[in-house]
């Protein structure tokens, strides 16, 4: 299984067997900006907060 399609298949089993499609969608989500986010870093896309 290609590595995404593995990511989102372990995000979508490690929820509630209750939890609703956005629940589950803000999760992708959210798991994909901080995706986003560690990519930026590495590639030294930041900002300084000073």
Do not use: C, H
Request: aromatic share 4%; hydrophobic share 35%.
């Amino acid at each position: 299984m290609p590595a995404i399609k593995e990511k989102v298949a372990n995000i979508v089993r490690a929820q509630p067997d209750d939890s609703s499609f956005d629940e589950i969608l803000q999760e992708l989500a959210f798991s994909r900006r901080v995706e986003r986010g560690l990519e930026d870093s590495r590639q030294g896309r930041t900002v300084s907060n000073e």
